[in-house]
Nanobody, 115 residues
Framework: QAQLVESGGGLVQAGGSLRLSCAASGRVFSIRAMGWYRQAPGKQRELVATITTGGSTIYADSVKGRFTISIDNAKNTVYLQMISLKPEDTAVYYC?????????WGQGTQVTVSS
């Protein structure tokens, strides 16, 4: 059974930065293609950042230029560096595959941006 554990969230003022981590363990065979999702209260979960098997990155327009996704295959860990945070970035953040059969969802990590 694959397990995803997200961490690094917190409360930050607008304009601040956070770095999220997602550690994958268990039946995880290569995490070269992964994504970061977020779910704000009352909204659907959305994919905001993707890193492909070739190392290319894709971002939602709402986070482009402010978020950076990266991956450490040796550690089976995915990161999301977030800068210039805005109150609308407030959400629970999750990692998972960007397409195909998803791993079981982790508990997520809460990011709260105050204005």
């Amino acid at each position: 059974q694959a397990q995803l554990v997200e961490s690094g969230g917190g409360l930050v003022q607008a304009g601040g930065s956070l770095r999220l981590s997602c550690a994958a363990s268990g039946r995880v065979f290569s995490i070269r293609a992964m994504g970061w999702y977020r779910q704000a209260p009352g909204k659907q979960r959305e994919l905001v950042a993707t890193i492909t098997t070739g190392g290319s990155t894709i971002y939602a327009d709402s986070v482009k230029g402010r978020f950076t996704i990266s991956i450490d295959n040796a550690k089976n860990t995915v990161y999301l560096q977030m800068i210039s945070l805005k109150p609308e970035d407030t959400a629970v953040y999750y990692c998972n595959r960007p397409i195909g059969l998803l791993y079981p969802w982790g508990q997520g990590t809460q990011v709260t941006v105050s204005s």
